[in-house]
């Protein structure tokens, strides 16, 4: 597979003339500047590396529009629960196909999806897999690089059991979680060349203290493992009330601080917290959409980096999917919190929403020679981007500037109407019962 691109930006450099020959399995084994697209290369005008969306629940796409009556983020999640509890196999691989068609028309090549609705909603185990299989299917159905985050959730907050609608995201204990786990490796070896298996902890409500300890020593060490940080104050008062530590304190006592950790949110954290996950060297992905939205608040970003954090994106609950607009909320939040422009120069900006996402999901950094082909290509006339320069266009364009997606060498094209009326039919199917 070849591709050729005009402008290849790149970090924030615009190099010219590239051409990328990728193997079979989409990885990228040569690349050449300066050259003509050969007759037998795809070609493509405006590119850059592909974007990594580090948090996503895909069901999550189905509350869009249908939450914004009143409430706090605790009466959003009643509403989330609602709808976790009608998935079933079939019916969420045609949802999720569907959402995950949307992020690949907006330019999000590879999506971590933190996977929690196991189990059927009484609690029992879907033969083979199901639900997950449905995941990873839809996956490749959109053309999608899936990491699949199977998450541990054995409790319904620190001391308490799983509430009702909480049965199906729950296993007995972590030796089923992390059997579980084992034996799901197994059924998605070689299933798709675009999909992978990492890990996750819900969070420090919905894992008990030893179960963190258990999963950070029996994990292997290379799979990537996620865990919601700090998103709202009421878990750090639970945690400091429970344990005399916060959150990130507990996390370094039990050993799950390491450079394969990403923390999700990180937006309540004390100044130790932010030592702590600098010297640990992990990602935190910031999802600074769905924390607008919910009313999280903003995490320190500018202090995390400087900590030696890297930083990701994610569009979490996917109320918005569109990686331009998270980068763009992310320095958005920066200078609303320090009355001051520029905080995160554009070509940070760019390895945020790339090379620091991918790496937080345990893969290569694309459009590098041994990572995947994963590219996208931009429309830099368009309404938004015209007379924009190229370094700045995370600051300009949208997922609407979004001309093709580019993922393990494949050029994907979007039928915008027919994503939309596959969206429309999951929702719709959903929540046919509440009309
Ligand atoms: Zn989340």
């Known amino acids: ?191 798709s060349p675009l999909v992978t298996l990492g890990a996750a902890l819900h969070s420090v409500r919905a894992v008990p203290r030893e179960a963190l300890a258990r999963v950070a020593r029996e994990l292997p060490s290379d799979i990537p493992l996620h865990i919601h940080l700090s998103e709202q104050p009421a878990e750090n008062e639970d945690c400091v009330a429970a344990f005399g530590h916060t959150p990130t304190e507990l996390l370094a006592a039990e050993g799950v601080l390491a450079p394969r950790l990403s923390v999700v949110h990180a937006t309540h954290l004390t100044e130790n917290d932010i030592r702590l996950l600098g010297e640990a060297g992990v990602h935190a992905v910031f999802c600074p959409t769905t924390e607008a939205d919910l009313g999280d608040g903003i995490g320190p970003a500018i202090e995390l980096m400087d900590a030696g954090v890297d930083i990701a994106i994610g569009s979490d609950q996917n109320a918005v999917i569109d990686p331009l607009l998270e980068l763009r909320g992310l320095e958005a939040g920066e200078r609303l919190r320090s009355l001051r422009r520029g905080r995160i120069a554009p070509e940070r900006l760019w390895r945020i929403g790339s090379a620091h996402g991918y790496a937080s999901l345990g893969l290569a950094a694309p459009a590098r020679v041994s990572g995947p082909l994963d590219l996208v290509e931009l429309d830099a006339g368009s309404l938004r981007t015209a007379g924009s320069r190229s370094e700045q266009l995370p600051l300009t364009a949208t997922g609407a500037d979004v001309r093709r997606t580019i993922v393990g060498g494949r050029v994907i094209t979007h039928d915008q109407t027919s994503i939309a009326e596959r969206l429309q039919r999951g929702i719709t199917a959903l929540f046919e019962e509440d009309r």
């Open 1 to 191: 597979m070849k591709i050729w691109v005009d402008r290849l930006l790149r970090e924030g450099v615009v190099e010219r003339g590239v051409l990328f020959e990728a193997d079979a399995a989409g990885l990228v084994v040569s690349e050449d500047s300066a050259v003509d697209a050969p007759p037998d290369a795809a070609s493509l005008d405006l590119a850059t590396p592909g974007f990594a969306n580090a948090h996503s629940h895909a069901f999550h796409r189905a509350l869009r529009g249908r939450t914004h009556q009143s409430g706090s983020f605790w009466t959003w999640r009643e509403l989330m629960y609602r709808a976790a509890g009608r998935l079933t196999p079939d019916s969420y691989r045609a949802l999720a196909a569907a959402v995950f068609s949307e992020m690949v028309a907006t330019g999000w090549t590879s999506v971590g999806e933190f996977h929690y609705v196991h189990h059927r909603p009484d609690g029992s185990a879907y033969p083979d897999h199901a639900m997950e299989i449905a995941l990873a299917d839809a996956a490749a159905e959109a053309g999608i690089r899936l990491v699949l985050l199977d998450t541990c959730y054995l409790a319904g907050g620190i001391g308490r059991p799983l509430s009702k609608e909480q049965t199906r995201f729950g296993d007995a204990d972590v030796d089923e979680w992390l059997s579980r786990w084992r034996s799901l490796h197994e059924a998605l070896d070689g299933r």
